[in-house]
């Protein structure tokens, strides 16, 4: 495993913040040569810290803009319950995050849509037609001061 130093800190929160920097400002902003800096880049990738890289959507634009998170319980905790779910998840264009939790329910769901009309048909067609779900709580997103998904 790689070991983290400050120039190393500094390209992970540069690229965080602008994945599509120029090698040569992302260099100048941490101090060190393009070539040193590219080096580190690709070390940080092919360590895999870099997962990959990916463009911060608007969702007004693509009208996606009623956001809510969901949280899912499921009525059977068994493995196989849960790879159904997930499977059954997998493809449905509105979840975009689905994460398995540990707790009160089993899983929470970031879901985007157009409206409050697409949400009750996604509530209803695709969540609530699920053998496996027990319960649906959704917690409507008002506002989103900080989102640092990237990072």
Request: proline share 2%; glycine share 6%.
């Amino acid at each position: 495993m790689i070991t983290l130093d400050k120039f190393d800190n500094i390209i992970l929160h540069s690229l965080s913040n602008e994945g599509r920097i120029s090698n040569t400002k992302l260099a100048e902003k941490v101090g060190l040569s393009p070539s040193a800096c590219l080096r580190r880049v690709k070390e940080l990738e092919n360590s895999k810290i870099i997962k990959g890289y990916r463009a911060i959507l608007n969702r007004e634009a693509l009208e996606r803009s009623f956001l809510a998170y969901v949280t899912v319980g499921l009525s059977n905790h068994g493995i196989e319950s849960h790879k159904e779910f997930e499977r059954a998840i997998l493809n449905v264009s509105e979840v975009t995050e689905c994460h398995n939790l540990a707790g009160a329910f089993e899983y929470l769901l970031r879901v985007e849509v157009k409206n409050t009309s697409d949400y009750k048909k996604f509530h209803a067609g695709v969540l609530g037609s699920l053998p496996q779900v027990n319960s649906i709580t959704t917690y409507l997103v008002l506002d989103s001061p900080k989102d640092e998904r990237g990072y």
